[in-house]
């Protein structure tokens, strides 16, 4: 799991996550709240300033006005770490998060989910959330933010996202949902926010769930407890038929320039895993332990590539690979994203 954490991080794996004394003042994170305060800002949110704290995962407890951020964005040995594991959050990827929950907490702070119109327009908050969820593909009635169809989750979620797209410079929402079921959310979050700009929170402050300083497990632990093992449902798949449609065997070449596979793989693998895992709703981790195992069977087999003919092999194995990971969610075999409600 740590072969490619880089080596001179290796001490931190067997420290307790909460004598690392980690903070979120003076860290990485603080670059990223300011830049979200900005934007609310710019929409008019004069008051409304959620408190963020140090956790396991992103998140925003029910009902809760504050905002769980992960405890390795807060130290870039511990970013250095998680990118060698499970890849590190772009920035892009991090102000995501922070919109999505930013939008919890704003529900939460002025307490939107409880008044009729919110209801009539998201649903009843109180209905249950399941790891698995129904979805209808490139539904017009909700926004798309993060990855798959995650507004259609549960009518928090719904809310949620719509905030995010609404909050997200240049997003162009009223060009882009024109015509679309999912403008009145939008347009709702829109008014909402001009009527509530100036006036305080109904709830402030909010209590936290689960923060760094409570998480007694070393840096290891974490990672190996909270890794996620595939290899049952990967061991199944027959990929050599399909590789060998795929990519092609040295010999059958002759003098054509061409490279391994395997090599080329790893270089677009992150792309890959990002965009399969956006547009199917599949979980990131599933994802990426499909693209590890063709690359690592790919090598077994030693196919290559012709030099000509890269980049229509790395579009071909995305759509393989959207249709294996697909084919786990229809078949419901596989969770979906991390965390639960509020997430």
């Known amino acids: 799991m740590f072969e490619k954490t880089p080596g001179d991080v290796h001490d931190l794996l ?3 996550i909460k004598e690392l004394g980690l903070k979120l003042e003076g860290s990485p994170v603080e ?7 900005k934007e609310m800002d710019s929409k008019g949110l004069h008051h409304f300033r959620p408190a963020f704290y140090l956790t396991s995962e992103w998140g925003c407890p029910s009902e809760q006005p504050v905002i769980g951020v992960p405890f390795y964005l807060a130290d870039k040995r511990l970013g250095s770490i998680e990118s060698s594991v499970n890849d590190l959050e772009s ?3 991090i102000m995501k998060y922070m919109r999505h929950e930013a939008g919890h907490a704003f529900g939460y702070a002025y307490e939107l989910y409880k008044t009729d119109e919110w209801r009539e327009l998201f649903g009843p908050f109180r209905r249950p959330y399941r790891d698995h969820y129904s979805f209808v593909p490139f539904s017009r009635n909700y926004v798309r933010h ?3 169809w995650y507004a259609q989750k549960h009518p928090d979620e719904d809310f949620a996202e719509t905030f995010a797209v609404w909050l997200t410079p240049r ?3 009223r060009e882009k949902y024109k015509g679309w079921p999912a403008l009145k959310k939008l347009q709702y979050m829109d008014r909402i926010a001009h009527e509530l700009g100036d006036t305080p929170p109904i709830r402030p402050l909010g209590d936290t769930d689960f923060t760094v300083e409570e998480m007694e497990e070393t840096i290891e632990e974490f990672y190996r407890e909270s890794a996620r093992d ?3 449902v990967i061991a199944g798949l027959a990929l050599d038929a399909d590789l060998d449609d795929i990519f092609v065997h040295p010999e059958s070449l002759e003098d054509e320039p061409h490279r391994k596979a395997s090599e080329l793989i790893a270089e677009h693998r992150k792309e890959i895993v990002d965009k399969v895992s956006y547009w199917t709703g599949v979980r990131r981790s599933l994802v990426k332990s499909l693209v590890e195992a063709i690359t690592k069977r790919v090598d077994e087999l030693d196919l290559v590539v012709e030099i000509k003919r890269q980049r229509e092999r790395i579009v071909e194995l995305t759509v393989y690979t959207t249709t294996l990971a697909m ?3 229809t078949s419901r075999r596989m969770p979906k994203k991390k965390g639960g409600g509020g997430a």
């Open 146 to 148: 993060m990855e798959g």
């Open 31 to 37: 670059h990223y709240v300011q830049q979200l305060f």
């Open 14 to 16: 067997p420290i307790r």
């Open 230 to 232: 595939h290899s049952e």
């Open 327 to 329: 084919t786990f969610f």
């Open 171 to 173: 997003s162009k929402w």
């Open 91 to 93: 920035d892009r990827d």
